[in-house]
Nanobody
Framework: QVQLVESGGGLVQAGGSLKLSCAAS????????MGWYRQAQGKEREEVAR???????NHADSVKGRFIVSRDNAKNTVYLQMNSLKPEDTAVYYC???????????????WGQGTQVTVSS
């Protein structure tokens, strides 16, 4: 069974930084795209950033220049470095990954449990 385990959330003042981590554990044969989403209270979940297996990245306009997504393939881990945080970044952050567990299986999307990020003004 595959699990995505997140860490690094917390409370920070506006202008501060946090780094989120998300590690895939269990039976993992191959990982494709990995990414981060967030959901603020009363709002729909939105994509924050994604990184392809070749390292190509894409960031939402709202976080460009402030957040950086990266990955360590040897550790099956994706990161989100968040700088210059704003109160509007407050949300539960979820990681996801497209994972193949066997050579013959299809890629399946897995989600982390979510980690709270709160930015105070």
């Amino acid at each position: 069974q595959v699990q995505l385990v997140e860490s690094g959330g917390g409370l920070v003042q506006a202008g501060g930084s946090l780094k989120l981590s998300c590690a895939a554990s269990g039976r993992v044969f191959s990982i494709g795209t990995m990414g981060w989403y967030r959901q603020a209270q009363g709002k729909e979940r939105e994509e924050v950033a994604r990184i392809l297996s070749d390292g190509t990245t894409n960031h939402a306009d709202s976080v460009k220049g402030r957040f950086i997504v990266s990955r360590d393939n040897a550790k099956n881990t994706v990161y989100l470095q968040m700088n210059s945080l704003k109160p509007e970044d407050t949300a539960v952050y979820y990681c996801n990954a497209v994972i193949k567990v066997f050579t013959w299986s299809s890629f399946v999307v897995y989600w982390g449990q979510g980690t709270q990020v709160t930015v105070s003004s």
